[in-house]
Structures are given as structure tokens and as C-alpha cells.
T-cell receptor, first 113, second 113 residues
Framework: DVKVTQSSRYLVKRTGEKVFLECVQDMDHENMFWYRQDPGLGLRLIYFSYDVKMKEKGDIPEGYSVSREKKERFSLILESASTNQTSMYLC????????????FGSGTRLTVV | QKEVEQDPGPLSVPEGAIVSLNCTYS??????FMWYRQYSRKGPELLMY????GNKEDGRFTAQVDKSSKYISLFIRDSQPSDSATYLC?????????????FGRGTSLIVHP
């Protein structure tokens, strides 16, 4: 089975800190994605990447950046964490070609205080 | 009008009931239709995937797509308490060879013993 592993299940960070969320997949998928999920708002796409060193903005990229130095790893960076970035962050991956669906990680619940 | 509409519920049913979960959409270009199941504090997992119109069955689950009505359904037969989760519909169309799905906000299902 494809596994998408997010390094932390729960994180608590202080306002202004730089935060790194790591995601690793083990199935050689080209496509990787970062979403945040909030009650009543559903899943919102932050950034995605179709290949190493490539990145594309999603619907809500402000306050975030990403890094993809290796195919299997896609990192989400909060440059200066703010309380409105408290959320569940979900990483996903998919192979190229027709849309056969994503494999999601278990999520990182980030609280910014 | 949102691109994908999904009633948030909660939908509460007794064990053994047939459950019907639905989404409507407005974009006639959507070709791929998916259902994800998300347990509390976990990432979504792909449950069913269909291409274009028609039905697809997998055990107790049946996915149905009616492109003429822009309506998709997920039926769960003989529902179990372990089916209690949030169900997200998702759909996508090709955009330059890539597929970024649009998600519904999810329907919370509670199956009580």
C-alpha cells in the first residue's frame, strides 16, 4: 500500500515561530499536495508539486511556502506562524496521469498559541 | 453557488440501514468522481472511484454517477457502527494534463447500534 507519512501528529508552536511540516511518500508518486482542513470550510489546497523542485500555488498560499528537494519529500513551511494558521494539515500524493484519487497522510494537528 | 455541494449532516441511522450520501455539482467538465471516508482525527482514505457516468460496486458500497443531473451518490448497505465517519465527495477534470479535485465539505454519518 502507498504510505504517506507526516512527521508529527500534534504540534504546538508559538506565534512568530518558523514551522516545518514534513511529508514523505514511498510509492514514487510525482504529485504531492498540502491541504488544510477546518470545520465548516472543508479541505483547502495550499500548494502542490508535480515534480522535484516544482511548486504551484493552490487556493490559499499566503503565509506558507513549500520545498521539494527530493521526489518523496514535500515540506510545508509556515514562515511566521500566526494563530489563524491553527488547523489540521493534510499531505497527499498521487501518480501522474488520470485521476485515480489521492493517498492522504494521517494529518498534523497544529496549534499556534 | 459552490462548485460542489454536500449536506454536512449529521446523518444518524440505525445499524443495518441503507445509507444514501449525495453530492451535486455545477461543472459539467468533471470526469472523475471519488468518495473518501475520514475517521475522526485521521486523514481521508479513498473509498470509491468512478470515471464518467454509471455505477460501481465494492462490497457493501455502491457509487453512482448521473452526469446528466450533475449528481453523485454513495450507498452503504447493511450499515455498521464502524461506518461512522465523515464522507467526502470529490471530483476532477483534466486541466493541461493535471487533475486537482474539488472536494465537498463532507457529510458526517453516525450509525448507532
Amino acid at each position: 500500500d502507498v504510505k504517506v507519512t507526516q512527521s508529527s501528529r500534534y504540534l504546538v508552536k508559538r506565534t512568530g515561530e518558523k514551522v516545518f511540516l514534513e511529508c514523505v511518500q514511498d510509492m514514487d508518486h510525482e504529485n504531492m499536495f498540502w491541504y488544510r482542513q477546518d470545520p465548516g470550510l472543508g479541505l483547502r489546497l495550499i500548494y502542490f508539486s508535480y515534480d522535484v523542485k516544482m511548486k504551484e500555488k493552490g487556493d490559499i498560499p499566503e503565509g506558507y511556502s513549500v520545498s521539494r528537494e527530493k521526489k518523496e519529500r514535500f515540506s510545508l513551511i509556515l514562515e511566521s506562524a500566526s494563530t489563524n494558521q491553527t488547523s489540521m494539515y493534510l499531505c497527499a500524493s498521487s501518480p501522474p496521469g488520470e485521476d485515480g484519487g489521492y493517498t492522504f497522510g494521517s494529518g498534523t494537528r497544529l496549534t499556534v498559541v | 453557488q459552490k462548485e460542489v455541494e454536500q449536506d454536512p449532516g449529521p446523518l444518524s441511522v440505525p445499524e443495518g440501514a441503507i445509507v444514501s450520501l449525495n453530492c451535486t455539482y455545477s461543472n459539467s467538465a468533471f470526469q472523475y468522481f471519488m468518495w473518501y471516508r475520514q475517521y475522526s482525527r485521521k486523514g481521508p482514505e479513498l473509498l470509491m472511484y468512478t470515471y464518467s457516468s454509471g455505477n460501481k460496486e465494492d462490497g457493501r458500497f455502491t457509487a453512482q454517477v448521473d452526469k446528466s443531473s450533475k449528481y453523485i451518490s454513495l450507498f452503504i448497505r447493511d450499515s455498521q457502527p464502524s461506518d461512522s465517519a465523515t464522507y467526502l465527495c470529490a471530483m476532477s477534470a483534466s486541466s493541461g494534463g493535471s487533475y486537482i479535485p474539488t472536494f465537498g465539505r463532507g457529510t458526517s454519518l453516525i450509525v448507532h447500534p
